[in-house]
């Protein structure tokens, strides 16, 4: 019996070369599947996909100036994660494979708020959530504090 990977990947020929042009992977959060797919370039003509398992992931952040900081949107928690390329090379299935190891650094308990997506702000990370009709901002205090809603919102 054939071994089927989980998720197949089509691309036209240039995508590995711009990646690997760009040093940069693609991140894809699919809550109905549960995983977070990073695409990074194998080659300029090879993809690979390492795809990870969370509970309902959603939105996905970059930190603007730290690159080596992402955090991400799960069902009920945002999750931040720091890159740590020397432990990378120690990764037990695949010792000297991976240039990076984002392991988590900060858990922020948020509950049910579908956070559909992120940003890193100044002062704090910034969401969509939509159960509240709200952007909102995470808190160390609360599970979030409402930065913005439309006016057309009478109440969170």
Not at 82 to 103: T, V
Request: with cysteine; net charge neutral.
């Amino acid at each position: 019996m054939k071994n089927i990977a989980p998720f197949a990947c089509t691309f036209t020929p240039h995508i590995p070369e711009l990646l690997q042009q760009l040093n940069c992977s693609i991140g894809i959060s699919t809550y109905q599947a549960g995983k977070l797919v990073l695409i990074s370039p194998k080659d300029n003509e090879h993809l690979v996909q390492l795809p990870r398992t969370f509970h309902k992931p959603m939105g996905i952040a970059k930190h603007p100036s730290d690159a080596n900081k992402i955090a991400l949107a799960c069902r009920d928690e945002v999750i931040v994660f720091k890159n740590n390329a020397e432990l990378a090379q120690f990764y037990p299935k695949a010792p000297n494979k991976y240039d990076g190891l984002f392991l988590p650094t900060v858990t922020y308990k948020t509950n049910f708020l579908d956070i559909h997506d992120l940003e890193f702000g100044k002062d704090g990370i910034y969401g969509v959530n939509t159960l509240f009709s709200c952007i909102m901002k995470l808190s160390e205090d609360f599970n979030f504090e409402p930065y913005w809603k439309p006016s057309f919102i009478s109440a969170l």
